[in-house]
Structure formats: C-alpha cells, structure tokens
C-alpha cells in the first residue's frame, strides 16, 4: 500500500513538470486559491453543513481547503488533490495560503469514483504544529453520498491527531467500500515557491510568520473572515 502512495503522490505533485515550471505553478496556485474560494462558498450553501462551519471556523486555529479530491477504486483504492492551508489569528486575521498536497491507497472490497470538495478545520496548536512538522496521516472516515449527484457529509479524525480535526465535504458521485487509510498530507514546496516568489517561502515562514504575501488570495482571506 505504501508504493501505490508514493507513487500517485509523486504523479500527482509532478504533473506541473510537463509545462514550464513557472508559468504552470503559478497558474495552478492562482486556480487552487480562486477554486478553494468557491469550495467554502459551495459549503456555506448547504444547510447541513453551514451551521456547523460557523460554530467552528470562526474558532480555528487554520483550515485546509481541498476543491478537488478525486477518489476512485476497482478493488485497489486510491485518492488525491491539491488544496491550501490558511491560519487564523488570535484578532481574527487569517493568513495567506500555503499549499498542501493529499494522496492515498487502500485495500478493499470497493467500487465506484466520486470527486469531493473538502474543508479540514484545525481546532487544536497540537493538530496544527502536527501538520507543520510531519506527514499527517487521517485514518478514520464517515462518509455519505446520495445519488450521482448527492451531497455527502464527511467527518475524520487524524490517527496522529485524535479530534483535532472536524472535516466537511460535498461529493458528487457514490464510493463503495471501507474507510480509507493512511491518507497523507504534505507540503508542496515547489508551489509555494513560484507562488510567493521566493525559495524561501516553507508553509510556517506564510502562515505563521507572515514573512510572504500574496494580494491574489485577498478574496479568499476575506471569504474566511465572514463565516461568523
């Protein structure tokens, strides 16, 4: 399992490689940020999921947005997608977007494909240093989907992290099978770099210390900041 994982992550983070490497970083981090606005946007519609994004974003220590998760499996399992990490201040500022990617494997009994838009909410300093210093592995997972069309609610906890994230997705398309395991979330440097334009710009040096900005993501800080 840990090669099919490795390899759909290194497929998935070399993708950009086919295209010139700056002109495509940049475009697909601009696309992440535009798409991960219209991700929370999306949520914020769905009267099941609403509520529960006021209660907690609000009180989050960051949030992850993933508008593209792409999951499907014919007895071998895999997903992936790209997504941005944004941190929440003490006055309610939230930082500009790092970016992440998520890429798994799993075993099983399973049929179908299904394409999810995803938010993680970070509630602890624990779950968020554990996403700054290690690869995050989320093992437990709750998932419903209703019709080719429906809207699933997915709520997972971190093996690593116990509760200290709450998770909400809207899926289209129905997966069946168990719960995947061993997700990874990890960072994807080279975007960061074209991004911001600078080698020095690591996910803790955005969103912890503020030493890069972008105004591009303006939009999408401001979409964070009104969910109250």
């Known amino acids: 399992m840990k090669s099919i994982a490795t390899v759909f992550l290194a497929l998935l983070f070399n993708a950009s490689l086919l295209a010139p490497p700056a002109v495509a970083a940049y475009s ?19 009267p099941d999921i609403a509520p529960h994004l006021r209660k907690y974003v609000s009180k989050a220590k960051g949030v992850m947005i993933f508008p593209n998760l792409l999951k ?15 941190t929440r201040a003490d006055n309610g500022q939230w930082s500009y977007p790092a970016f992440f990617g998520m890429g798994s494997a799993s075993f099983g009994l ?26 995050v592995k989320i093992g437990a997972e709750l998932n419903a989907a209703v019709g080719p069309l429906g809207v699933g609610i997915e709520g997972s906890t971190s093996m690593a992290l116990g509760a200290d994230m709450i998770t909400y997705s809207i899926s289209m398309g129905a997966f069946l099978g168990g719960a995947l395991e061993g997700a990874i979330i990890e960072n994807r440097n ?7 334009g ?16 972008n105004p591009n993501a303006d939009r999408l800080r401001r979409t964070l900041a009104n969910i109250k």
């Open 28 to 46: 697909e981090g601009q696309e992440l940020v535009d798409k991960a606005v219209i991700t929370v946007q999306k949520l914020m519609d769905q």
């Open 72 to 86: 499907a499996g014919f007895i071998v399992g895999a997903e992936g997608g790209s997504g941005v990490l944004l």
């Open 110 to 135: 399973q049929f179908g494909g299904q394409a999810s838009e995803t938010i993680i909410i970070i509630m602890t300093p624990k779950g968020l240093a554990s996403i700054l210093k290690h690869k």
């Open 190 to 196: 080279a975007l960061n770099h074209e991004y911001y």
């Open 198 to 213: 600078s080698t020095g710009a690591a996910p803790r040096a955005i969103i912890m210390d503020g030493k890069y900005g």
